[in-house]
Every structure is written in structure tokens, then in C-alpha cells.
T-cell receptor, first 118, second 117 residues
């Protein structure tokens, strides 16, 4: 089945530094990937839609300059949290869908990245 | 207005019994898909079941079934013969439109299911 690999699974960084999170589709090509943020005991909130070869589409209220998204190939999208602050601490999770499977089997999710900014 | 509403923050069920998790949705798009995901404490999102807006029959996947009532805009998840491993957060989600259109997922707030031995 479709597999999405996300790294790192956990990261602790100092306030003011940047953190890069990778999302890879291992056995399929993904022209579109989605980045979500989830606070404890809350739902997934879509941050942005990552499009291969073009600029990401950000949801309202998400700072583009703070959450940099790059989708340089059909199998890799990266989310960089720039100048991280404690309020950026959260669970970040990506998802993608096989082009031929989108209608019936939804979206495959990465295992998520738990970011802690100290 | 919320697109996906899950009114049960938490549910309890005895092992081996059935449980229904509620989900209502709001859309004016005639083409949409409804999904249920399970999220254990580890955080991974596990796909459970899918229902398309044009599907005539309710979806079933093993112990999971989706009670799709289109006129009421509800898509409740039924878990039969609950197991201890079913304890997790459950999310209902919707995609509006088909391939080629805006197909991002919108999630409900989730229901925390606890299965008691």
C-alpha cells in the first residue's frame, strides 16, 4: 500500500532556531501533499497545500514566512519552521494521496513530528 | 459554520459491544467524500472507511460500517464487537469535490473512544 515517511518523529530545538521536517512518498508520486498541525487533544488543522514545482497554498492565518514549504520533487515535501518559538510546539503531520487512489482510499499520513521548542 | 461536526467528545463502550460515533457534515457540493480515521496515542492517522456522496450502499470494512444518511447529512461510524485496541481518537473528515478540484480534507474535532474490559 501507499506509504508516507515523515522525519524526524521528534525534535527539540532552542527558541530562535529553524527546524526542517521531511515528508516522503515512498512508493508513489504525489503532486500534492498536505501539512497539518495538531495541538494536544484537538483536531488536525490544515496549514498548507504543497504543490510540486510551484508555490504552496497557505490557509488563512498561517504565516508563510514562518512555515516555509518546499515541494521540489514528486516524492518529497519539506516544512521548515523558521525562528521557532515555544508557541510553535505542536504535532505536525503530512499527508499525500496516490494519484490513482484518491477517490476511494483517501490520504496516507506520515507518522507525524512532535516539535518542542524550549 | 463548521463543515464537520462530531458532538461526542468522549464515548465509553464495553468490550465486545457495538458503538456508534456520530458525524454530521455541511456542504453544498454534490460531489464529496466522507472519511473516518483512527488516531491512537502514538499519533499516526489510520484510515478506516470511506463513503462517496454518490455511493448507493453504506460502506463496510470488517468491523467498521458507515451509516450514511444523505438527506440528514450524517455519516456515523459503527464499530461492532469492540476490542481494547479500539481505544483511540476517531476523526470524521470530508473532501469536497472530485479529483482535479480542491480536494483537501476537513476534519471534525474528534471523539475519544474508550473500550472498557
Amino acid at each position: 500500500g501507499a506509504v508516507v515517511s515523515q522525519h524526524p518523529s521528534r525534535v527539540i530545538c532552542k527558541s530562535g532556531t529553524s527546524v526542517k521536517i521531511e515528508c516522503r512518498s515512498l512508493d508513489f508520486q504525489a503532486t500534492t501533499m498536505f501539512w497539518y498541525r495538531q495541538f494536544p487533544k484537538q483536531s488536525l488543522m490544515l496549514m498548507a497545500t504543497s504543490n510540486e514545482g510551484s508555490k504552496a497554498t497557505y490557509e488563512q492565518g498561517v504565516e508563510k514566512d514562518k512555515f516555509l514549504i518546499n515541494h521540489a520533487s514528486l516524492t518529497l515535501s519539506t516544512l521548515t519552521v523558521t525562528s521557532a518559538h515555544p508557541e510553535d510546539s505542536s504535532f505536525y503531520i503530512c499527508s499525500a494521496s496516490p494519484l490513482t487512489d484518491r477517490n476511494n482510499y483517501g490520504y496516507t499520513f506520515g507518522s507525524g513530528t512532535r516539535l518542542t521548542v524550549v | 459554520a463548521q463543515k464537520i461536526t462530531q458532538t461526542q467528545p468522549g464515548m465509553f463502550v464495553q468490550e465486545k459491544e457495538a458503538v456508534t460515533l456520530d458525524c454530521t457534515y455541511d456542504t453544498s457540493d454534490p460531489s464529496y467524500g466522507l472519511f473516518w480515521y483512527k488516531q491512537p496515542s502514538s499519533g499516526e492517522m489510520i484510515f478506516l472507511i470511506y463513503q462517496g456522496s454518490y455511493d448507493q450502499q453504506n460502506a463496510t470494512e470488517g468491523r467498521y460500517s458507515l451509516n450514511f444518511q444523505k438527506a440528514r447529512k450524517s455519516a456515523n461510524l459503527v464499530i461492532s464487537a469492540s476490542q481494547l485496541g479500539d481505544s483511540a481518537m476517531y476523526f470524521c473528515a470530508m473532501r469536497e469535490g472530485w479529483t482535479g478540484s480542491n480536494y483537501k480534507l476537513t476534519f471534525g474535532k474528534g471523539t475519544l473512544l474508550t473500550v472498557n474490559p
